[in-house]
């Protein structure tokens, strides 16, 4: 939001100061301090003071690990050019502006449709630049399947973003990149958010364990393989409570969560790890898409028994002038009903859908709770059947066999290949919004 000057001044984006960590809450914090090793059986770290110069030492008995993820680079000619950007932390963000503010700079390339790539875009075009982004996947946002993540596409052509899938960056030249179909892009700075890894120099080096996704290893109280030394945030790796496998998350709430049970462990209050389903929002222009726990992709890895439905609702009732469409997609454990994931878009309140959803994946919630919830409704907020409660009624009427469904998956095979004929039955003004070609109404 500061490459766009939404938040003008970049030095507003530092929330806390090691005296106000000082004032409030009587913890010495050591900026521009590098921790270079972990002395395990002395209890002690080896530090650098990044400004003096002086190394020094301290001693623990417990140590909390929390060093993050640091973005990826590919290894590509001209990647390293002053020119090739990624976005971690505020100082990232302020030499990116710096460069970008410059006048020559009217094309930039964002490589990555992640979330920061996606954010990355938005504020770019809104201080007027040309933006490509090149995704080497068939889409952006991973966290949605390739039939809803379609909505998102359409926004960022319709804002003018250039969208290049199926096609992975191959070289960086002085003012375009290449990419591997051929084809190259002005760009008079790349911004690379092709995601990120954990940062586990330290961990390694002490010999604490590492997981088969790279994070660290920790057990249900976030401690390593060395009981006195903790990990928490992007570094460590994750149970999914739905998959039942080690992942990786990198997202804020869950490392919130996780230096909070791994603080109450060490001053000896239990406080068990729950695992991750992994929700997430982000903005894309006037859309907000979110998601929470498992994708299609991923129930088919799983190898799981899922069905899905998709509801298109109101996210407030229609006579209100902010009342917009809402693309929800759900899918469910068959039979048990299980909701295993959700993704949404749309210009209202898809966030709030979504944590709803969320919360009914934590506590193992099925079609029928979903069905039940009693949510808040005005008519500015929702509708007195939300959108929520609609596609848990959607979803029992296919898992109790009610009815059938044809997917949009499904639509183009029966139509090539079976010679259906459609008929939409909708009302005539919905026929007339927007239809298959060939349906008849
Ligand atoms: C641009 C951007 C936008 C994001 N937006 C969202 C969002 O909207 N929602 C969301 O849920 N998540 C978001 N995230 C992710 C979120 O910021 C992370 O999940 C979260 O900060 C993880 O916390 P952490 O403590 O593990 O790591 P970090 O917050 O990255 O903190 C790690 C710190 O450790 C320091 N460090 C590393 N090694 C050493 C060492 N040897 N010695 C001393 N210090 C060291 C690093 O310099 C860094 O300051 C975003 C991330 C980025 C980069």
Do not use: W
Not at 407 to 428: F, K, N
Request: net charge negative.
């Amino acid at each position: 939001f500061h490459l766009s000057g939404i938040i003008p001044d970049s030095d507003s984006l530092i929330l806390s100061t090691p005296e106000i960590f000082a004032a409030r809450y009587n913890i010495e914090v050591r900026v521009r301090n590098e921790v270079l090793s972990i002395d395990r059986v002395a209890k002690t770290i080896a530090v650098t003071n990044l400004d003096t110069g002086e190394n020094y030492q301290e001693g623990y008995d417990f140590l909390v690990l929390s060093p993050g993820a640091v973005p990826l680079k590919p290894s590509i000619p001209g990647a390293d050019a002053p020119h090739v950007f990624t976005v971690r932390d505020v100082v990232d963000i302020d030499r990116l502006k710096k460069h970008v503010d410059l006048p020559h700079v009217t094309d930039v390339v964002v490589v990555g449709g992640g979330y920061i790539g996606l954010e990355v875009t938005e504020n770019l075009v809104l201080a007027g630049k040309n933006v490509t982004m090149v995704e080497m996947r068939d889409r952006v946002m991973m966290r949605l399947d390739s039939d809803i993540v379609q909505l998102l596409h359409r926004e960022l052509h319709d804002r003018g973003v250039q969208l290049v899938l199926n096609d992975a960056l191959t070289k960086v030249g002085p003012d375009s990149v290449t990419v591997a179909s051929g084809a190259s892009y002005p760009a008079q700075a790349v911004v690379m958010a092709i995601g990120v890894r954990p940062e586990t120099t330290l961990a390694v080096d002490a010999g604490l364990q590492i997981g088969t996704t790279g994070g660290i290893v920790v057990d249900g109280h976030y401690r390593t393989s060395d009981s006195s030394i903790y990990a928490v945030g992007d570094a460590i790796e994750v149970f999914n409570q739905l998959t039942h496998k080690p992942s990786r998350l990198a997202m804020a709430g869950p490392a919130q969560r996780q230096a909070r049970a791994a603080a109450d462990h060490i001053f000896g209050m239990s406080q068990r790890q729950t695992g991750v389903i992994g929700s997430a929002v982000v903005r894309v222009f006037e859309q907000t898409a979110a998601s929470t726990g498992l994708t299609e992709d991923e129930c088919r890895a799983e190898n799981m028994s899922f069905d899905k439905v998709y509801v298109i609702g109101e996210d407030m009732v229609s006579l209100m002038p902010e009342s917009a469409a809402m693309h929800l997609k759900l899918l469910f454990e068959v039979p048990t009903g299980r909701i295993l994931g959700a993704q949404a878009v749309g210009p209202g309140n898809v966030d709030k859908r979504m944590d709803v959803i969320a919360t009914l994946i934590m506590l193992g919630g099925t079609l029928e709770d979903m069905r039940d919830l009693e949510l808040c409704y005005s008519p500015m907020y929702s509708t007195a059947k939300d959108v929520v409660n609609n596609a848990a009624l959607v979803a029992l009427n296919i898992l109790n066999r009610v009815y059938s469904q044809v997917t949009i998956g499904d639509v183009r095979r029966l139509i090539v290949e079976d010679d259906a004929t459609i008929v939409d039955v909708r009302e005539e003004q919905e026929f007339a919004a927007g239809h298959i070609k060939g349906a008849l109404n």
